[in-house]
């Protein structure tokens, strides 16, 4: 078998605790190369993972709804990479924080903090989206560093960006991203778990017993704040399988490639979202490879864009070489004390790429 160290790492994980269970997707762009779940969706109810198991995404989210959301934004003209934040959020105006721009929040430049936890403001067994507690927490945030002058991966600014996004669309988050995006690739099942959402029917990989909510989250969002907001987040809140993202991605690289019969986005949009950013080392709404140290390994061209989520979520994809691994785990099941994820990360990728042929003695021409 083609990818059988993968397909080793991948059981060696399972058997070692890495994470309970997990799907592997890699593809190139011939297609999907290799697509195979391991292990189980819950260890408590004994569910094996299969291939149509639906993960909490957690911060794929970012890049994957909010920052395809603020393209679609952008496609229309309704907005601007570089406009101020102040220009569509009255309440920020006159404030510093109001000159904070589009394109700095996508690269977590742009001077806010990283985390807050605002759902200890709300209840834990309420089902109220308390979307004016958060909006109201979110106008008593105050700049923490000037922006573009640090990096500081930021969840509070992708939150402001989903303020931005309603505001400016007049639908909520989840509405929005469907109708203009997922909606217009054929096969897409990426959405976001509402508390109104029925859940009938679908196959979960349960997350984390909760502590807050003293449940195990199975179908209803990990992230203590996407859930005391209702369940939809700028920064969380995102559910989806394997083939959803791989579906997407080759949507998105068919933009880029200025390929697609339906394109959603122009060329040029898409290659703004990959590009590095001047004062980051994130793309917008993307995560780029590490030069030392990255969860891509160590074979994954500069040239490439990627992400992870806390629940054990990520993905990688080359854009020189048109290969991609798309890794979903549960890895904070039953707990998110369990971080071996990050060891296993680049040794997948590093399994993946040598698969492919690219490795040391070829990655100097690269």
């Given at each position: 078998m083609?990818?059988?160290r993968?397909?080793?790492?991948?059981r060696?994980?399972?058997?070692?605790?890495?994470?309970p269970?997990g799907v592997?997707?890699?593809?190139?762009?011939?297609?999907?190369?290799f697509?195979?779940?391991y292990?189980?969706a819950?260890?408590?109810?004994?569910t094996?993972m299969d291939l149509?198991?639906?993960f909490?995404?957690?911060?794929l989210t970012?890049?994957?709804a909010?920052t395809l959301?603020?393209?679609v934004?952008v496609?229309?003209?309704?907005i601007?990479w570089?406009d101020?934040?102040g220009?569509?959020?009255?309440?920020f105006?006159?404030?510093?924080?109001?000159?904070?721009?589009i394109?700095?929040?996508?690269a977590h430049?742009?001077?806010?903090?990283a985390y807050?936890p605002?759902y200890?403001?709300t209840d834990?067994?309420?089902s109220k989206?308390?979307?004016?507690?958060l909006?109201?927490?979110?106008?008593?945030e105050?700049?923490q560093?000037?922006?573009r002058?640090e990096?500081?991966?930021?969840?509070v600014?992708f939150?402001?960006?989903?303020?931005?996004?309603e505001t400016?669309s007049?639908?909520?988050?989840d509405?929005?991203?469907q109708?203009?995006?997922y909606?217009?690739i054929?096969?897409?099942?990426?959405?976001?778990n509402?508390?109104?959402s029925s859940s009938?029917g679908i196959?979960?990989?349960?997350?984390?017993?909760?502590?807050?909510?003293s449940?195990?989250m199975?179908?209803?969002?990990?992230?203590?704040n996407?859930?005391?907001?209702?369940g939809?987040?700028?920064h969380?809140?995102?559910?989806?399988?394997?083939?959803?993202?791989w579906?997407l991605?080759?949507?998105?690289?068919s933009?880029?490639?200025?390929?697609?019969?339906?394109?959603i986005?122009?060329?040029?949009?898409?290659?703004?979202l990959f590009?590095?950013?001047?004062?980051s080392?994130?793309?917008?709404?993307f995560?780029l490879?590490?030069?030392?140290?990255?969860?891509?390994g160590r074979?994954?061209?500069?040239?490439?864009?990627?992400?992870?989520?806390?629940t054990g979520t990520?993905?990688w994809?080359?854009?020189?070489?048109?290969?991609?691994?798309?890794?979903?785990?549960?890895?904070v099941?039953?707990s998110?004390r369990?971080i071996?994820?990050?060891a296993?990360?680049?040794?997948?990728?590093?399994a993946?790429?040598?698969?492919?042929g690219y490795?040391h003695?070829i990655?100097?021409n690269c």
């Amino acid at each position: 078998m083609m990818f059988a160290r993968s397909d080793r790492l991948m059981r060696d994980a399972v058997q070692s605790g890495v994470f309970p269970g997990g799907v592997l997707l890699v593809f190139d762009h011939q297609g999907i190369r290799f697509h195979q779940a391991y292990g189980k969706a819950d260890i408590f109810r004994n569910t094996p993972m299969d291939l149509d198991m639906v993960f909490d995404l957690a911060s794929l989210t970012k890049p994957l709804a909010t920052t395809l959301a603020v393209a679609v934004l952008v496609k229309n003209g309704l907005i601007g990479w570089d406009d101020r934040i102040g220009n569509f959020l009255p309440v920020f105006e006159k404030r510093d924080e109001g000159n904070v721009c589009i394109r700095d929040l996508l690269a977590h430049c742009a001077g806010f903090a990283a985390y807050r936890p605002y759902y200890l403001r709300t209840d834990p067994l309420g089902s109220k989206a308390h979307l004016d507690v958060l909006r109201s927490l979110l106008v008593e945030e105050r700049l923490q560093y000037l922006p573009r002058q640090e990096y500081r991966y930021s969840d509070v600014g992708f939150m402001m960006l989903h303020w931005v996004i309603e505001t400016v669309s007049g639908q909520k988050l989840d509405r929005f991203v469907q109708q203009n995006v997922y909606n217009l690739i054929e096969g897409v099942g990426l959405f976001f778990n509402t508390h109104e959402s029925s859940s009938h029917g679908i196959r979960y990989a349960s997350t984390e017993w909760c502590p807050w909510r003293s449940r195990l989250m199975c179908g209803q969002v990990h992230d203590e704040n996407a859930w005391a907001f209702g369940g939809v987040g700028g920064h969380a809140g995102l559910f989806g399988r394997a083939v959803d993202i791989w579906l997407l991605i080759r949507q998105l690289l068919s933009d880029l490639d200025d390929e697609s019969n339906v394109p959603i986005f122009p060329e040029a949009i898409v290659r703004e979202l990959f590009a590095p950013h001047r004062f980051s080392p994130r793309a917008l709404g993307f995560d780029l490879p590490s030069t030392t140290g990255s969860s891509s390994g160590r074979w994954f061209s500069p040239e490439s864009i990627g992400h992870l989520g806390f629940t054990g979520t990520s993905f990688w994809v080359d854009l020189k070489r048109r290969v991609g691994v798309i890794l979903l785990t549960n890895r904070v099941h039953p707990s998110r004390r369990n971080i071996a994820i990050r060891a296993f990360r680049p040794l997948l990728h590093d399994a993946v790429m040598e698969t492919f042929g690219y490795g040391h003695s070829i990655s100097m021409n690269c």
